[in-house]
Structures are given as structure tokens and as C-alpha cells.
């Protein structure tokens, strides 16, 4: 019998090579997709809050990601066949004169952890390419990244160009550095999240409100 404890603490460590092995022999000894994946979001959630308490830092959690991310590739295709929808779908990028991804991707992976089907749009996504990408993909969140303060407004031009375009049916979830809550009442996103981890248990609280 595969051992899903021992999986769990193969990504927990961020052992990418005995993810995939263990993560092969549950598919091979026909344990239920679902049961894997729960197995491997669990993991991914003891990291983000180890990540909260500072008792990881970035690379340890990037590396517990990236195992997650390729022991998923071998699970995916029975995650399609079994019929098992992720979580919901979301969109996130960093807004229009900004660079930085580290933060954004990091996120990104976390909901990716999380069973969130993750459309990324990239780095110096203006308001019109999300707003084309919320139109195209229906996505239940939207997730905005700055880490200039120069760029933070573009926070501002997103989300009015979201609600202009009546696209405030998908939340909006924002953060980056210079990020505060303040700043996210003042724009009138719905949600900030000072970090990664934190940003999975803010989006699931929204789409909480939101079901
Ligand atoms: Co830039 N940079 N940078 N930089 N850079 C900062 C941000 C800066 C603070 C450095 C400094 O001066 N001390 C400063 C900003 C000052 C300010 O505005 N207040 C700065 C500057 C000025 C610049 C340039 C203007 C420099 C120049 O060219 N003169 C330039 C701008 C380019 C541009 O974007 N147009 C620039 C360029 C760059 C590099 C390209 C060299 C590189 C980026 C590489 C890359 O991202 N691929 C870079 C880097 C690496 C940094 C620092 C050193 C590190 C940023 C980082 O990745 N942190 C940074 C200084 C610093 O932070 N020590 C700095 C690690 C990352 C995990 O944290 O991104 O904060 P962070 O993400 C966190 C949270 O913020 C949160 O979760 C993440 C994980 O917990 N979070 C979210 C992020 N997005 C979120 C979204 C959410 C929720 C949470 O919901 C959707």
C-alpha cells in the first residue's frame, strides 16, 4: 500500500525525485486520484504555514512547490479522466511597468498547491490584457502583484478597468511589498495578502463568500 503520510512529507522537504516515485505508485496501486491530490494539498498548506511563522523562508518553500508542481504532472491526466475540477479558476500577474515575479510567482505555486486552476499572465500585465483575460477565461479571482511603488497605482487603473468592464463578478486579491490593507480598501479590491501562504487562505475565504 503506497504511503500518502510519506508523500506528504516527500513535498513538505521538497523531495521532487520520491514525490514523483511515491506519487506514481499510489496511481499504479489505484488509490483515488482525489485522495492523492487531498494528500498533496495538505502537505502544501503545513508548508504555507510554516512559511507564516517564519520557520521556512522562500527557497525552502519554492523548492516544497516545485515538488508539488511535478508530482501533480504525473496525477493530472487521472485528476482529467476522474472528472475532479480544480478548486476554481484564477488569474493573477504583475500589473502594467512592473517587473518583479518572484512574489507573483510564488503565489502562483501556492495556488497551483492549492487546486487552483492558475492562469498567469506574467509581468507588466496592463488593465486591458486583464480585463481580456477575465472576459476569455471566467476566472472566480483575480490576482494583482506590484512591488513599486511608482507601480501600485496600476493596482488602482486594474480594478477600475475590472469594474468598468462589470468583471467585478471575479474577486480581486491583491498584494506585492508596498502593499497594505489600507491600500486594498482604498482601490477596492476585495482582499490583500501580506504573502503567499496567506494569499491561499484569503482567496479560499473568498470564494467562500462568493459560493
Ligand atoms: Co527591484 N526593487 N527594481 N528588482 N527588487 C525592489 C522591490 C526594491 C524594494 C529594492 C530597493 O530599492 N531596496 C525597489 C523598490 C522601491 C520602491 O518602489 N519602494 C526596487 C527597484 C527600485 C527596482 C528598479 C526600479 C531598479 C532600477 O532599475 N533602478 C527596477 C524596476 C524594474 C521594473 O519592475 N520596471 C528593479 C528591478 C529588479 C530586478 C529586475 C533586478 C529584480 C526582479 C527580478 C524578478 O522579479 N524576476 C529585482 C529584485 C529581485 C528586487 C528585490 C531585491 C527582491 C524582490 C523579491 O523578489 N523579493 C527587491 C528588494 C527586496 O525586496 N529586498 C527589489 C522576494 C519575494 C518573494 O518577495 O516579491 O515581496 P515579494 O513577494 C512576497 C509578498 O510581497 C507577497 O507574497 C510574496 C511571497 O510571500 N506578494 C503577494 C507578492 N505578490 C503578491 C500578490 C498577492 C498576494 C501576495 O496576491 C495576488
Redesign the pocket.
Known amino acids: 500500500m503506497p504511503d500518502l503520510e510519506q508523500l506528504g512529507e516527500a513535498i513538505k522537504a521538497g523531495k521532487r525525485d520520491e514525490a514523483i516515485q511515491l506519487t506514481q505508485e499510489a496511481i499504479d496501486a489505484q488509490v483515488a486520484p482525489q485522495e492523492v491530490l487531498d494528500a498533496m494539498v495538505a502537505a502544501m498548506d503545513v508548508v504555507g504555514g510554516r512559511?507564516q511563522r517564519n520557520e521556512i523562508f522562500?527557497p525552502e518553500?519554492l523548492i516544497a512547490a516545485r515538488a508539488m508542481k511535478e508530482a501533480m504532472g504525473a496525477l493530472e491526466p487521472l485528476l482529467v479522466e476522474a472528472g475532479i475540477q480544480p478548486v476554481a479558476k484564477v488569474v493573477?500577474g504583475?500589473v502594467a511597468?512592473?517587473?518583479?515575479?518572484?512574489?507573483?510567482n510564488?503565489?502562483a505555486m501556492m495556488w497551483k498547491g492549492a487546486n487552483f486552476d492558475v492562469i498567469d499572465l506574467g509581468?507588466?500585465v496592463t488593465a486591458e490584457k486583464f480585463v481580456a483575460a477575465v472576459k476569455e477565461h471566467q476566472p472566480r479571482l483575480v490576482?494583482?502583484?506590484?512591488?513599486?511603488?511608482?507601480?501600485m497605482p496600476a493596482i488602482k487603473t486594474t480594478v477600475d478597468a475590472l469594474k468598468a468592464a462589470e468583471l467585478d463578478v471575479a474577486k480581486i486579491?491583491?498584494?506585492?511589498?508596498?502593499?497594505t490593507q489600507e491600500y486594498a480598501d482604498q482601490v477596492g479590491a476585495d482582499?490583500?495578502?501580506?504573502?503567499?501562504?496567506?494569499?491561499v487562505e484569503?482567496a479560499r475565504e473568498l470564494l467562500a463568500q462568493a459560493a
Open positions: 512559511f522562500v518553500m493573477i504583475t511597468g512592473d517587473l518583479h515575479d518572484i512574489g507573483k510564488l503565489v509581468t507588466n490576482g494583482l502583484s506590484a512591488l513599486l511603488t511608482t507601480t486579491i491583491i498584494g506585492g511589498a508596498p502593499v482582499g490583500y495578502a501580506p504573502d503567499a501562504a496567506s494569499a484569503v
